[in-house]
């Protein structure tokens, strides 16, 4: 490892690692350059965007083994950078991540950036929840840069993840703007009714879990699986989302590839299916009236 002296050889020499091992990448970084980028910085306790004149930098023997053994890590065991740094980015926030939780990549983001325009009517105070929150980064986000105001539910059925977005809630200061509650779906949400119910659940079919690069074997199977069509959880929430939105509510979730699925099961449901700027599918927008229809129709 003589020949390697730089930050900027460090990267480029793992980024050429990281090809060769054939890695994939889709869990924040979406190329080799990047996520050996991510690791390199964090072993160096540098900031994410790295200022061009530290490239250059020569590092020191006991930085030169911390990044290989991050390196050797990642190649070895097929972590995704985010479980290995305890860190991923939602919105251009920084959210504590593990094991329990997935790594926050929903295309919901841009929603939250846009603050839900132009499907929430801000006429009247919003009341907004977050179904099968994992790390809280929806939630967290939608607190932050889309409703300061107003207090969020969060629910999970997963003490484990709720204990991460605990963690997530409490350094942004959030306790008095997001109620954590353990649920199964709506289960212990009693009679509350909401303007917006936001959620990113369990959408995998068998098929596609099989198939999945051994980078999700990292991530909790109850965040992913959800039967044979990944339409369990989906198909539940169809079904009980009006008995927690008002008149005027709105429901949004990411089905992912399982919208093709979706779209058979219910070909005569108009969902709204959003688009994203910066990529991304499977987000699909219904209102109150339409799930009632809908509703009455599977009666």
């Not at 409703?147 to 306790?175: C, H, M, Q, R, W």
């Amino acid at each position: 490892m003589k020949e390697l002296q730089t930050i900027g050889d460090f990267i480029r020499w793992g980024a050429s690692q990281f090809n060769q091992a054939n890695l994939f990448f889709g869990h924040g970084t979406d190329n080799a350059v990047d996520e050996a980028t991510t690791l390199v910085v964090y072993a160096l306790h540098l900031p994410q965007e790295l200022p061009d004149i530290l490239w250059h930098s020569k590092l020191t023997y006991p930085e030169k083994q911390k990044i290989i053994e991050f390196f050797n890590i990642r190649i070895a065991k097929n972590i995704p950078s985010p479980y290995i740094t305890k860190e991923a980015w939602f919105t251009n926030l920084s959210f504590y991540v593990n094991q329990h939780v997935l790594i926050p990549r929903s295309p919901i983001a841009e929603l939250i950036e846009q603050r839900f325009e132009p499907w929430m009517d801000y006429s009247n105070s919003i009341k907004m929840l977050d179904l099968c929150t994992g790390s809280g980064c929806i939630a967290i986000a939608s607190s932050i840069l889309a409703f300061p105001n107003t207090v969020i539910d969060a629910t999970d059925i997963s003490y484990d993840a709720l204990d991460v977005a605990k963690k997530n809630v409490s350094t942004y200061g959030l306790e008095q703007k997001i109620n954590l509650i353990q649920s199964n779906l709506f289960s212990n949400l009693g009679n509350k009714l909401y303007n917006l119910i936001v959620s990113n659940p369990p959408y995998v079919d068998v098929e596609e879990l099989k198939n999945m690069p051994l980078e999700y074997t990292h991530e909790p199977k109850i965040g992913l699986a959800a039967g044979t069509d990944g339409l369990f959880f989906v198909e539940q929430i169809l079904r009980h989302a009006t008995k927690h939105l008002t008149s005027d509510g709105i429901l949004i979730v990411e089905v992912g590839l399982s919208q093709t699925n979706l779209i058979k099961r219910y070909p005569d449901v108009p969902f709204t299916w959003l688009k994203f700027q910066r990529g991304g599918e499977g987000v699909f927008l219904l209102t109150y009236e339409q799930l009632c229809h809908l509703n009455q129709v599977e009666v």
